[in-house]
């Protein structure tokens, strides 16, 4: 069996019914030759509606988790989680082309999408004041989910078109879409940064409320218009196994698995210093706003950078250039936030925010720089009747190059102390050290440019000749897919149910409650004096518990959770701390008492008594403390 679509041109779709003649097509053209017209108006909207949905709470998201006292692996496990779901682009792309709904391809799944993805924004909004760090990005990845649905159909909607391009304005359509999306998301970022700092200045919403209006946002602006929408029209559905055939001719096409594998290498040496956020938190205090506002300037610049790109660049291509440049620039500005490290803006009375904001902002201009050339790449080879899934697929190879470059940055975190213990501890020469790492790694890319990488569209073309195809190319793009999925599912999986592993940053990921905003140390205040200090009593001992919770997940020998006697669920640990703030009246404690905490493994004992003695504790306090107390508990229980 064949497919059989109506033409989508470039500003028009055709009549549902029928096929039509040149003529009709040349009239249908110039009644609705315009992206704003109301037959392709929710094309647009979609990626306006989707930058704000992904962009708007960036400071809620970048911010909640530090109240928590998210550890830096914990932190990038977020956005590799939230991020998981763009992995799985390459199966909505599966659902469109080969599951159409009424003929359809696109339209139901994009309504089906957000509703999912406004399900669990309002569950966000709901619970909002009430979640774990592990409740908070389930959540999170369940609204990406239904949103990428979205995302895939919208961009196969403007693959059709961008195919049916003149030759000489090739490109165009992706530019203006991207630049439309770049300009969102700008917005997105600047309208979350100014109004997610209600605490510090008295106005603006909370993150229920954020949340809440995201939730309500494709409603009012969306929906209606996807009514009106036209689309080519399946007439019949070519068979999965004649689908796939196509896509495997695809990837065998030297114009394919040659600049994925250049696409893949770079994305995957694009390393970061993962401890960065929590480091500018610890050192210099940042709020939600200025972790927010970065993010806005690097959207805007981001979208400056295509806007280059299409103005001056996009006709010659200059492929090499575009990405020769991105890289040298971002591996120099990334080292250049040691300048942060060791203070020496402030001789220049420079502020670190300033500093920061401009760094971010020249690393996003060089990412929106070679934003366009790779989709234009990706758009030159889909198979006509199979957008949705060849730009799914050609896609995903990014979205899992970017998960092997944040798995290997976890594991990064694990040669120095960087952690947020030790920066709050006051050590953080590890950090300098990172940040040179991973910005050296970026440049390991560009020897392979000249060899990997196609100079422009007329480059690409002439690899599509069928004497250049390999099948061991296409195996290897269809190995290199399977391998980093999987590895990305896992990792991520890893992430949260095994933290202690290496791979995934040497941290856990279980978290203190909700309340607590005090960063985890292994110097613990803790006293049973009555008065002013009683709120750090109860706080000393959820942290102490904390500890010990952790030892246990790191060190399978110790005593298992169960015997835990102070409390032994995550809810008992709230309902602690909630009793503890209720109960303090005095805004200025006294000097608390500490509790210090470390392994205690002596030299050349029998495994045995190591098992027996895990943790060494010193319990300091003011007189008639209640130590005493403490200490035969924690003898009996722990075998300190």
């Excluded at 960065?276 to 940042?286: E, I, P, S």
């Excluded at 032994?568 to 640990?573: I, K, V, Y």
């Excluded at 008594?609 to 003011?622: D, E, N, S, T």
């Amino acid at each position: 069996m064949e497919v059989e679509y109506h033409s989508f041109e470039i500003d028009h779709v055709l009549p549902r019914k029928g096929v039509a003649t040149d003529a009709a097509g040349k009239a249908s053209r110039e009644s609705s030759s315009s992206l704003w017209a109301l037959s392709n108006i929710a094309i647009p909207l979609n990626y306006i509606c989707i930058g704000l949905i992904i962009t708007f709470p960036n400071a809620f998201i970048e911010y909640y988790p530090r109240q928590l006292g998210a550890s830096d692996s914990q932190l990038s496990t977020i956005g590799v989680v939230r991020n998981l779901p763009w992995t799985f682009k390459v199966l909505y792309g599966v659902l469109a082309d080969v599951f159409p709904i009424a003929g359809h391809r696109f339209k139901p799944y994009m309504v089906l999408g957000y509703a999912i993805a406004s399900i669990f924004n309002l569950l966000l909004a709901q619970y909002a004041d009430n979640m774990s760090v592990i409740t908070f990005t389930t959540l999170l990845f369940f609204s990406m989910l239904g949103l990428i649905m979205v995302d895939v159909m919208a961009d196969a909607l403007l693959t059709y078109k961008a195919m049916a391009e003149p030759e000489g304005s090739r490109g165009h359509i992706q530019g203006t879409i991207y630049m439309l999306r770049f300009l969102t998301e700008t917005v997105g970022y600047w309208g979350g940064s100014i109004l997610s700092n209600r605490d510090s200045w008295g106005w603006g919403l909370s993150m229920g409320q954020c949340f809440g209006l995201l939730a309500l946002l494709p409603v009012v602006t969306i929906l209606p218009f996807l009514y009106f929408m036209d689309e080519p029209v399946v007439v019949t559905v070519l068979p999965f196994r004649g689908q796939m055939a196509m896509i495997w001719k695809m990837l065998c096409l030297r114009a394919t698995w040659q600049p994925l594998s250049f696409i893949v290498l770079y994305h995957t040496l694009h390393t970061y210093n993962a401890a960065w956020g929590n480091f500018l938190q610890v050192r210099y205090a940042f709020n939600a706003f200025e972790y927010g506002s970065m993010a806005a300037v690097g959207s805007t610049v981001g979208f400056l950078g295509v806007f280059v790109y299409k103005r001056y660049l996009l006709d010659g291509g200059h492929w090499h250039f575009v990405y020769t440049f991105a890289s040298v620039v971002i591996a120099i500005f990334s080292v250049a936030n040691i300048v942060l490290v060791f203070r020496l803006n402030e001789p220049l009375g420079l502020p670190a925010y300033w500093f920061a904001m401009g760094d971010s902002a020249i690393m996003k201009f060089a990412y929106g720089v070679q934003y366009l050339p790779s989709a234009i790449m990706f758009t030159r080879v889909c198979p006509e009747g199979q957008e949705a899934v060849a730009y799914a697929l050609l896609t995903g190879f990014s979205n899992l190059s970017g998960g092997f470059a944040s798995t290997i940055s976890n594991a990064l975190l694990g040669i120095w102390p960087v952690q947020l213990e030790d920066m709050k501890a006051g050590e953080i020469d590890g950090i300098w050290k990172l940040t040179v790492v991973t910005s050296v790694i970026r440049l390991l890319a560009l020897p392979f440019i000249p060899y990997l990488l196609p100079n422009s569209i007329e480059a690409l073309d002439r690899l599509k000749q069928p004497h250049l195809a390999s099948r061991v190319g296409g195996a290897c793009a269809v190995a290199i897919y399977a391998f980093g999925f999987v590895w990305v599912v896992i990792v991520s999986f890893l992430a949260i149910t095994s933290p202690c592993l290496q791979l995934v940053g040497d941290v856990i990921a279980e978290d203190l409650p909700p309340m607590e905003i005090t960063p985890l140390s292994t110097i613990v205040p803790m006293s049973y004096v009555f008065d002013d200090v009683e709120h750090r009593t109860i706080s000393g001992i959820i942290h102490l518990q904390y500890q010990v919770r952790r030892r246990q997940s790191c060190r399978r020998n110790l005593a298992k959770s169960s015997r835990v006697p102070l409390a032994t669920t995550d809810a008992e640990l709230r309902e602690w701390h909630g009793a503890a703030r209720g109960k303090v009246h005095s805004s200025e404690p006294d000097s608390s008492p500490i509790v210090v905490i470390s392994p205690k493994y002596p030299p050349r004992r029998p495994q045995q008594q190591q098992q027996q003695h895990p943790l060494r504790l010193v319990i300091c306090g003011p007189p008639a403390g209640g130590k005493g107390t403490q200490c035969e508990r924690l003898v009996e229980k722990y075998g300190v």
